[in-house]
C-alpha cells in the first residue's frame, strides 16, 4: 500500500501518549496509515506519493472547537460591530452608532442593529432604555443594542412600536427571555436573555440569502485559519439562519467539520441522533443544549455568595443582595430534560455559577437515578465558579466540564475588583482541580463573547499562565489552577473529541484515525508561555485535504 501524503522533518506532536512525538506521519485518503521512524514511513512512499516537507514546523492534531456558536456568530456579523474588540471609550460606541443611523432612510423602516455593548471592557458607558437610546441615538429610526454577551438587547421606542411592543402587549418569549416592564406595565426597551430568531425575525435587514451565505463561508473559514478542523456548535434557535449554514458547510470546500447541540425548541426528544462517523460524517448532531444560568457581567450568573457591593454594581442595575439567578426551577428543569434523557441524548447544560452548578448537577443525578444511563458523558458548560467539590461529584456522576478559561485574561480584572472580588476571581475555571480527579475536561473559546483571531492559542496560554491581559496588569489569578501546555492542548483536542464521543477518530494522530490536522510555525509544547500566543496556522488538514492559509 502505497500513501498519498508523507510528511517529514518537522516536529510531530501526536498527543498519543504511547507515542508523544514521531519522526514522520503518512496519509492514505483521509486516514493517517503510519506514524513513527522516518525510514519506517518512508517504505510507504512511490512515485505518485507527495512528499511534505515541514521544514521544522510543528504537525499535531486539528482543534477541536469544543463550545462555540458559529450560527449565531454568523448572525451577529449581519450587524454593525460596538464591541471592545473596535471601541474602547463609551463616546467611541456613541459615535459609530450614530454614523450607522446618519445612513440610514427613517422612511424605510430599515432598523439600525448593534452588537457588542460591554459595560464590563468599557466601564464608561451608561446603562441604556429606551429614551436614552432615542435621545443619545435615534428616535425615528428602529434601533436595536444587543450586549456582547448576547444576555440583554434594548429597544429604543420606535423599536418597539415595529415590533409591537406595548402596555398590555408585550410577547412572551419563553422561560428566562422577557421584555423588562415598570411598574406601569410599560416597555422599558430593555431584553433579558434575548431569543436571536426574534431579532432575526424583527428586525429588518436587506441582506440577500447568498450574501448571508458568503458570511458562512468566510467564518468557517476563520475557524480553519486558528487551527480548528472541528467546530462544536451549542445551541442556535433561528431556524432560517442554521439552514443558510448548514447547507454551506455541506458544501464540499467547507474546511471543518461541525457538531451541533440543538436547543430543546428544535429537537425531538423522541429520535435521538446516531453515534458519529467524522470519517465519513462532515455534519451531525450530537446532542441537546439547555441554559440554567447567565453569566456574571449580566448579573445572571446564579451564585451562592452575593455579587460585591460597588459602585459598578449599582450602575448595572443589579438589586441589592444580589446571587444572580436561575434560568428554571429545578422541577421545570428535570422536567424539560427527561424525555432527552430517556431516549438516549447527550446533554449538555450552560451553568457557570456554584448555585447553577449544584442545581445541575442535582437535576442529572435524578435523571440518572430514575434511569441509570453507562457512559452518558453529560456536559456542563463553562462552569466559571464550580468548586472543588463540585468537580469530585461531577467525576463520580460521569458528567464532563468544558471550561471558559480565557474568562480570566480578558474580564479577570474586573470580575475581582467589581462584580465578585478577588477569592472567587482566583478560582475562576480551576483546570488543576478538575485534573487531580481525572475529569477529561476542555477548554474553549465561546464565540462570538471571545474573537476567533487569537484562538486556540490565546486559552492555551491562559490555561498555563492564569494571567489577565496586560493592559489589566497582567496579574495571576490562582496559580495554583494552573496546567501544562501538553495538557491544554489535550483540552483542546482529544479530550474535546471524547466529550463528542469521537476519541476513536479525531484527537490524536495514530494510525486508523482520520487525518485532522494543523501546521504550526513553533511547537506550543517548547516555546516560552509567553509566545504561545505568537504561534500562526500555516495549513489544516480536514479529511486528508489541504487547507493552506501561509
Not at 428566562?176 to 430568531?197: C, I, S, W
Request: net charge negative.
Amino acid at each position: 500500500m502505497a500513501a498519498d501524503l508523507i510528511f517529514i522533518g518537522g516536529e510531530i506532536i501526536t498527543l498519543n501518549d504511547k507515542e508523544p512525538v514521531v519522526e514522520a506521519l503518512a496519509i492514505k485518503a483521509n486516514t493517517i496509515v503510519a506514524a513513527g521512524r522516518e525510514d519506517d514511513v518512508l517504505q510507504l512512499r512511490n512515485a505518485t506519493t507527495k512528499l511534505v516537507d515541514l521544514k521544522g514546523q510543528a504537525l499535531m492534531p486539528g482543534f477541536i472547537a469544543a463550545h462555540t456558536h458559529p450560527f449565531l456568530t454568523t448572525s451577529l456579523r449581519y450587524f454593525t460591530d460596538i464591541s471592545p474588540r473596535t471601541h474602547s471609550t463609551s463616546q467611541q460606541v456613541f459615535a459609530t452608532m450614530r454614523e450607522s443611523v446618519g445612513r440610514l432612510d427613517p422612511a424605510k423602516s430599515e432598523w439600525a442593529v448593534f452588537y457588542g455593548y460591554d459595560e464590563c471592557l468599557v466601564q464608561d458607558l451608561p446603562a441604556l432604555d429606551a429614551g436614552f437610546i432615542d435621545i443619545n441615538v435615534s428616535a425615528t429610526v428602529p434601533v436595536l443594542i444587543i450586549s456582547v454577551d448576547v444576555d440583554n438587547a434594548w429597544f429604543n421606542r420606535r423599536a418597539l412600536a415595529e415590533a409591537g411592543v406595548a402596555v398590555g402587549n408585550v410577547p412572551s418569549l419563553g422561560p428566562g427571555r422577557e421584555f423588562v416592564v415598570d411598574k406601569d406595565g410599560q416597555p422599558t426597551g430593555h431584553l433579558r436573555n434575548p431569543a436571536m430568531y426574534y431579532i432575526m425575525q424583527t428586525a429588518r435587514l436587506s441582506l440577500t440569502d447568498e450574501a448571508k451565505k458568503d458570511l458562512y463561508r468566510e467564518h468557517f473559514r476563520e475557524y480553519a485559519r486558528s487551527g480548528f478542523t472541528t467546530v462544536v456548535d451549542l445551541g442556535s434557535n433561528d431556524k432560517d439562519t442554521i439552514k443558510l449554514g448548514l447547507e454551506v458547510a455541506h458544501e464540499d470546500g467547507c474546511p471543518v467539520r461541525l457538531a451541533r447541540y440543538v436547543v430543546p425548541l428544535l429537537a425531538d426528544a423522541n429520535v435521538a441522533p446516531s453515534m458519529p462517523d467524522p470519517s465519513r460524517d462532515r455534519v451531525w448532531i450530537a446532542g441537546v443544549k439547555f441554559w440554567a444560568d447567565g453569566d456574571a457581567q449580566s448579573g445572571t450568573m446564579a451564585l451562592n455568595e452575593e455579587y460585591l457591593d460597588t459602585d459598578f454594581v449599582k450602575r448595572l442595575g443589579f438589586p441589592p443582595h444580589h446571587r444572580g439567578r436561575l434560568t428554571y426551577t429545578s422541577d421545570v428543569l428535570r422536567e424539560m430534560m427527561e424525555p432527552f434523557h430517556r431516549n438516549g441524548w447527550q446533554i449538555s447544560t450552560h451553568a457557570n455559577g456554584d448555585r447553577c452548578v449544584s442545581q445541575v448537577l442535582d437535576t442529572y443525578r435524578a435523571l440518572l437515578a430514575e434511569l441509570p444511563r453507562p457512559d452518558h458523558r453529560y456536559r456542563m458548560e463553562h462552569v466559571g465558579l464550580i468548586t472543588h467539590e463540585q468537580l469530585g461529584t461531577a467525576a463520580e456522576m460521569g458528567v464532563t466540564p468544558s471550561f471558559l478559561v480565557d474568562l480570566i485574561y480578558y474580564y479577570g480584572k474586573s470580575l475581582c475588583e467589581d462584580l465578585i472580588g478577588p477569592e472567587r476571581g482566583k478560582r475562576l475555571a480551576p483546570l488543576s482541580s478538575a485534573q487531580s480527579f481525572g475529569h477529561k475536561f476542555s477548554i474553549h473559546e465561546d464565540s462570538p463573547l471571545f474573537p476567533l483571531t487569537h484562538e486556540p492559542f490565546r486559552s492555551i496560554a491562559t490555561a498555563v499562565s492564569r494571567k489577565t491581559k496586560l493592559e489589566d496588569g497582567g496579574k495571576v489569578l490562582g496559580s495554583e489552577y494552573r496546567i501544562s501546555a501538553e495538557h491544554a492542548l489535550k483540552a483542546c483536542t482529544i479530550n474535546a473529541a471524547w466529550q463528542i464521543f469521537c476519541e476513536r477518530s479525531l484527537g490524536t494522530l495514530e494510525v486508523g484515525k482520520v487525518a485532522d490536522m494543523v501546521v504550526l510555525s513553533h511547537n506550543p509544547l517548547t516555546v516560552p508561555c509567553e509566545c504561545i500566543e505568537l504561534i500562526k496556522v500555516q495549513a489544516t488538514y480536514m479529511n486528508g485535504q489541504e487547507f493552506r492559509f501561509v
